[in-house]
């Protein structure tokens, strides 16, 4: 300031002689307002030149303005192709292998024959379990069976009165005094073959005469052991043992019927328990199966396609020809391109079923393959010493992709990078996180610029990235947000 009034003095002695001859109360007062002037300026230009030191000691607030855009969270991995499915076609069988229909990489369909077995064996084998079971079920059979059932039918009754007469016969004076007539009948005849064996002279073995006399005693004998067997059976009170050994005769008769009741409804169709049993039904049933086994076993010298696919492998475990049971054929089904994907487990939450996903394949790198997540392991597994997620993913139609689908031309277990994408905002009102602050646990406000002045204001937060905030109310696109104190360097 000093120096810049020097300078003013200095002008001050240029001015022109004729105000030298100015009247000298005028030269001073015209000296004095041209003093005052230079200090009015100087102290001017002082006080805004300490204005703009204290402006520039303040921080300053770092702002951006509030943009219209998309948010996407993701989560990111890798993974590899494999096929929608795969069916590993085996024969059940040991043969002889006759055909070969097929080689690694055709296509085929599902019931398509890849191949077969020597038959010969076999269908003679089916033959002949055939012909065992008609002549198990033919008429003959049948009637057979019938004329079993009606024996055991009668069986059962006569075990039954056997069982009823020993227990109820002392009880039946009809009986009993029928079983008194005929021991008397049968004493009598005794005594007449007794008396005429006696007057007949001889030897039994050599006189015919004494012979017959010697036969008449005997039958007359038996006739009398019968009679007094029966006396004394409607007489006397049945022992247990003879009551249990009946029973079991009657129980016996009665299970014998219903074996063959049972054998012969399963002969004519009737209606068989599911605790069938008898030896008659049981052969029955192993010829049936017999029949069965033998019709797979025909049936799995033939091997077909499950599925439609391409020829993956063939086994070539072959000894003059034959082959033993086990895989022989694995067939892919490629039409459907699936990747089995293999996160972080801190994305766990961000991998979902059903979640959408974006591939790049290493051997495709420019072009973005889309699809969802159907399926996630419900476990982590671990891969190269580290605990991953591991899920599965079916790919779409490849972006862009005009003709046949590229991925089928990819071979198996080609590497890719997989993004499975959480959630997504389109068109949303997008701030910096650093603009927001948590008024309290879920809600947030942010400082909007209003006339240079910074407001509170409170807005409802959608998505949040590491990055930006989707604002779904409160502040609008093109507001001027601060996201905090710019630093300063002094």
């Not at 993701?74 to 043969?95: P, Q, R, Y």
């Not at 084998?125 to 009637?143: N, P, Y």
């Not at 063959?260 to 008898?278: F, K, M, N, R």
């Not at 492998?313 to 089904?333: C, E, L, P, R, W």
Request: charged residues 15%; glycine residues 6%.
């Amino acid at each position: 300031m000093h120096t810049t009034f020097s300078n003013a003095l200095t002008r001050v002695r240029t001015i022109p002689r004729l105000v030298v001859h100015w009247p000298k109360w005028v030269r001073w007062s015209a000296i004095a307002v041209v003093v005052l002037l230079i200090a009015a300026g100087g102290f001017g230009i002082y006080k805004v030149r300490q204005t703009q030191a204290a402006a520039a000691s303040q921080p300053a607030l770092q702002t951006t303005v509030a943009r219209q855009g998309d948010l996407t969270l993701e989560a990111s991995g890798t993974g590899v192709l494999i096929a929608s499915s795969e069916a590993d076609v085996a024969f059940k069988i040991s043969g002889t292998l006759v055909k070969l229909n097929v080689k690694v990489g055709d296509q085929v369909k599902a019931g398509d024959v890849l191949a077969e077995l020597d038959k010969t064996d076999l269908e003679t084998a089916l033959e002949q379990a055939k012909q065992d079971l008609i002549e198990l079920t033919s008429a003959a059979a049948i009637a057979t069976a019938q004329e079993t059932v009606a024996t055991d039918q009668q069986a059962v009754y006569n075990a039954q009165a056997s069982l009823n007469n020993l227990l109820y016969a002392s009880y039946n004076e009809a009986a009993i005094q029928n079983a008194k007539a005929s021991l008397t009948l049968a004493q009598d005849e005794l005594a007449r073959a007794q008396a005429a064996y006696s007057k007949v002279s001889g030897s039994p073995d050599k006189d015919a005469r004494k012979a017959m006399a010697y036969q008449q005693l005997y039958n007359a004998q038996l006739n009398y052991d019968s009679a007094v067997l029966t006396y004394n059976l409607y007489t006397g009170k049945a022992n247990q043992a003879q009551v249990d050994l009946k029973t079991a005769a009657l129980a016996l008769a009665k299970a014998t019927l219903a074996e063959d009741q049972i054998y012969l409804a399963a002969l004519t169709g009737g209606e068989v328990p599911e605790d069938a049993s008898g030896s008659s039904y049981q052969a029955l049933q192993q010829a049936k199966l017999a029949v069965q086994t033998a019709q797979e076993n025909l049936d799995y010298a033939t091997l077909v396609a499950p599925i439609s696919g391409t020829v993956m492998s063939i086994s070539s475990q072959q000894i003059d020809g034959s082959v033993n049971a086990g895989t022989f054929i694995t067939i892919d089904d490629l039409s459907q391109a699936n990747i089995q994907i293999y996160m972080d487990e801190s994305d766990w939450s961000n991998v979902k079923v059903g979640y959408e996903a974006q591939v790049t394949f290493d051997a495709l790198p420019d072009q973005t393959f889309t699809g969802k997540v159907i399926q996630v392991y419900p476990a982590l597994v671990s891969t190269q010493g580290s605990s991953v997620v591991e899920g599965l993913v079916q790919l779409d139609q490849a972006t862009g992709a005009s003709t046949a689908d590229p991925i089928t031309q990819l071979p198996l277990g080609v590497a890719a990078s997989v993004d499975v994408v959480s959630a997504q905002a389109k068109n949303a009102v997008l701030v910096p996180v650093q603009a927001l602050h948590q008024l309290s646990p879920g809600n947030y406000a942010v400082f909007v610029m209003v006339n240079g002045t910074p407001t509170l204001k409170v807005v409802e937060v959608g998505l949040q990235s590491d990055t930006f905030a989707e604002i779904k109310s409160g502040i609008q696109v093109g507001d001027v947000v601060s996201t905090g104190i710019q630093a300063t360097t002094k």
